[in-house]
């Protein structure tokens, strides 16, 4: 059964900086398409960070509005998924949910498109103060 759990959100001031665990399992970690997403109140849920290890090459995605600032990574030997967030604003304020595309390909859908992923965490939440 596939699980994923995140951790590390927490409260900052604008600036600051956050890196948001998840721990993987119940799949093959490796070869599978990882992401983060987030959703702040009234809004929809949007791709933040994309990352996909295949033949020797790892291809990332950001949403415009991180790039730059936040980096996503993965540990193989973990089975965690990481997404480091530095010079936070305040519009960073949101749940975040981290990802996964396992069993299936749907390559038609980009990767930081919510309907990409059929695995889902719990979300940890993150608080930027101006």
């Known amino acids: 059964q596939v699980h994923l759990v995140e951790s590390g959100g927490g409260s900052v001031q604008a600036g600051g900086s956050l890196r948001l665990s998840c721990a993987a399992s119940g799949f093959p970690y490796v070869n599978n398409l990882m992401g983060w997403f987030r959703q702040a109140p009234g809004k929809e849920r949007e791709g933040v960070a994309s990352?996909?290890?295949?033949?020797?090459?790892?291809?990332?995605n950001y949403a415009s509005s991180v790039k730059g600032r936040f980096t996503i990574s993965q540990d193989n030997a973990k089975n965690t998924l990481y997404l480091q967030m530095n010079s936070l604003k305040p519009e960073d304020t949101a749940m975040y949910y981290c990802?996964?595309?396992?069993?299936?390909?749907?390559?038609?859908?980009?990767?930081?498109?919510?309907?990409?992923?059929?695995?889902w965490g719990q979300g940890t939440q993150v608080t930027v103060s101006s």
């Open positions: 990802a996964a595309e396992v069993g299936k390909y749907s390559g038609a859908i980009g990767p930081l498109a919510p309907d990409r992923y059929n695995y």
């Open positions: 990352i996909y290890a295949r033949g020797g090459g790892t291809y990332v």
